[in-house]
């Protein structure tokens, strides 16, 4: 039998089916040396299939939505919002809720948790989902962990993730959900790192994003935060932004925003040292995963604790080469106005036929121009 709940160590590379992109990226960290991820476990795929089960009601809203298309979208709202009251009002199974609260009661029933949601189709490296399922923080108590687990299952059906799955041709049927359950770090600084620059697609520049306290108050907009460049190891530019105000976990459960004295509110999140570590860390995560990395962060007592990472699915690919030289390089296609990417029969051809230098990126071929020189 395939387990309902596996501890983040316990998590193998070949387990997405069960713990989702979210889950399975946070065990990878978890067997990296160097890397702080706060302690959890996931509650996989099989306790949400478990708790499903055969329930004929949200199948046949299942099959109603998925006979949808992203022009129906007041229809698609509507069944959504029929799906979530549907999981919402489902009761967890025994063996579900028992092995929740096991592995809660082992990392210690009152310590807070973050919960939040992991789904099978989510941080792959074609298609982010970022921000599509729910997150709550700062949960307390083992029964309120398992209700909003519930909520976490319930909001696969929220109403951008399936306007967001028409539009990249994901079944809504096969997609299933995990729920991780971690512990809380209340941290000083928290925010996000881009091991390529966002805008430019410089993958030789990290970005970092940071504000006080929770990350939350970057994610839901609250606040603008400072903004780091920095390029191996050396800090090029630093925007310190006006922070007025940060959340915090509340002792008693839940989060509360708080104003930010005067005096703060021009001051760096992170220090030079800090920055300069936090990127050699994004670094090191980077290359575990072989990509470009969006990576969230916490700082806890001069110690950073990553809490997620996912790749930049917004990059456009670049040919890969064998070093770290900078490269020109020519779109064959975009020359002959043929700017549709290429089968990869037809790729094929053209590089078993050609003797220039030619890159594969994007379905596209390129021609590596780096070392020609001009002629008169």
Not at 34 to 56: L, Q
Not at 152 to 158: E, K, M, R, T, V
Not at 163 to 182: A, C, E, K, W
Not at 238 to 267: F, S, V
């Amino acid at each position: 039998m395939r387990p309902f709940v596996l501890r983040f160590q316990e998590i193998h590379p070949s387990q997405l089916s069960l713990v989702g992109g979210k889950g399975l990226n946070l065990g990878m960290l978890s067997h990296m040396a160097g890397i702080r991820v706060p302690e959890g476990f996931c509650v996989t795929t099989e306790a949400y299939k478990e708790t499903v089960g055969d329930n004929e009601t949200l199948h046949a809203l299942l099959n109603r939505l998925n006979s949808l298309t992203v022009d129906d979208p007041d229809q698609a709202r509507d069944i959504s919002r029929q799906i979530r009251q549907t999981i919402l009002a489902l009761e967890i199974p025994p063996s579900v809720a028992e092995a929740v609260s096991r592995h809660v009661a082992l990392l210690g029933e009152h310590h807070a948790y973050a919960v939040r949601s992991s789904a099978t189709a989510e941080d792959l490296p074609h298609a982010s989902f970022a921000g599509q399922q729910d997150t709550y923080l700062n949960i307390i108590g083992t029964d309120a962990i398992l209700e909003h687990i519930r909520k976490c299952w319930a909001s696969l059906f929220s109403d951008r993730a399936v306007i967001y799955r028409m539009q990249n041709g994901f079944d809504h049927g096969n997609v299933l959900i995990s729920v991780i359950v971690q512990r809380m770090v209340f941290p000083h600084a928290s925010g996000v790192l881009f091991t390529a620059d966002p805008v430019t697609s410089n993958r030789k520049i990290i970005t970092i994003d940071a504000s006080f306290g929770l990350g939350e108050a970057i994610v839901s907009g609250l606040v603008s935060p400072d903004n780091y460049k920095v390029k191996e190891e050396q800090i090029l530019e630093k925007n310190i932004a006006t922070k007025k105000a940060a959340i915090y976990g509340r002792e008693e459960g839940g989060t509360a925003t708080e104003e930010i004295g005067l005096e703060r509110q021009h001051t760096q999140a992170l220090t030079d040292p800090q920055i300069v570590q936090l990127a050699r860390i994004g670094r090191m995560i980077e290359a575990c995963f072989g990509c470009p990395q969006d990576i969230e962060w916490c700082l806890v007592e001069d110690a950073f604790y990553i809490v997620q990472s996912r790749p930049i699915t917004t990059l456009y690919p670049i040919p890969e080469a064998d070093d770290q030289a900078n490269r020109v390089y020519v779109s064959v296609g975009h020359q002959q106005m043929m700017t549709d990417a290429m089968k990869p029969l037809g790729l094929s051809f053209y590089l078993l036929i050609t003797p220039a230098p030619m890159r594969v990126a994007g379905g596209r071929l390129f021609v590596d121009i780096s070392q020609m020189r001009g002629h008169s």
